[in-house]
């Protein structure tokens, strides 16, 4: 099975500021890899698939980046409502493997 | 409006056995390699199921392999998920999805005595 390794656990930052979640993966994924964002209480939400390319009306303070089996996930113009817990997900090869999932707040 | 919604969830005892059923309109059903992912109270999220939209094809998990059953019916646009021997770690909120873009609101299984 393909292991994603998501850091950091936890992460705090300003309102405002931009911050960098990365998953590596531990085989070769080509591009198949998305991003979820979860509120408390609510089900996930798509904003990334494909690496890089934005679900369709996620606002384009998200963005997707790929080098080679690493893969990162930032947020820039941090506001409150961005306090949420991050997670990837490898589709490239069943079974489809999540990270542990970034915890983000905002100060 | 593409939505899928989650029905089938409740309490039940360890041992027994569940059917969720996930009824999704606003898009080809039958042209969406459809997914089940769980959720335990407090934990990250699990990919649990897939099942193809080319050939029916099906994958599991190796933690559900042999209790858990996933299946389509493209006439009715419905997947379902059938869950046997149930034990006390399937607890968990159970979403539909498809591939990787469209979320169920999930379906809450409590499996207690």
């Known amino acids: 099975d393909i292991q994603m390794t998501q850091s950091p656990s936890s992460l705090s930052a300003s309102v405002g500021a931009r911050v960098t979640i990365t998953c590596r993966a531990s085989q070769d994924i080509k591009n198949y890899l998305a991003w979820f964002q979860q509120k408390p209480g609510r089900a996930p939400k798509s904003l990334i698939h494909a690496a890089s390319t934005l679900q369709s009306g996620v606002p384009s303070k998200f963005s997707g980046s790929q080098s080679g089996t690493d893969f990162t996930l930032t947020i820039s113009n941090l506001q409150p409502e961005d306090s949420a817990t991050y997670y990837c997900q490898q589709y490239n090869s069943y079974p489809h493997t999540f990270g542990q999932g970034t915890k983000l707040e905002i100060k | 409006e593409v939505q899928l919604l989650e029905s089938g969830g409740g309490l039940v005892q360890p041992g027994e056995s569940l059917r969720l059923s996930c009824a999704v309109s606003?898009?080809?059903?039958?042209?969406?390699?459809m997914t089940w992912v769980r959720q335990a109270p407090g934990k990250g999220l699990e990919w649990v199921s897939g099942i193809s939209a080319a050939d029916g094809s099906t994958y599991y998990a190796d933690s559900v392999k042999g209790r858990f059953t996933i299946s389509r019916d493209n006439s009715k646009n419905m997947l379902y998920l059938e869950i046997n021997s149930l034990r006390a770690e399937d607890t968990a909120i159970y979403y539909c999805?498809?591939?990787?873009?469209?979320w169920g609101q999930g379906a809450l299984v409590t499996v207690s005595s």
């Open positions: 606003g898009l080809t059903f039958s042209t969406h390699t």
């Open positions: 999805r498809t591939q990787v873009t469209y």
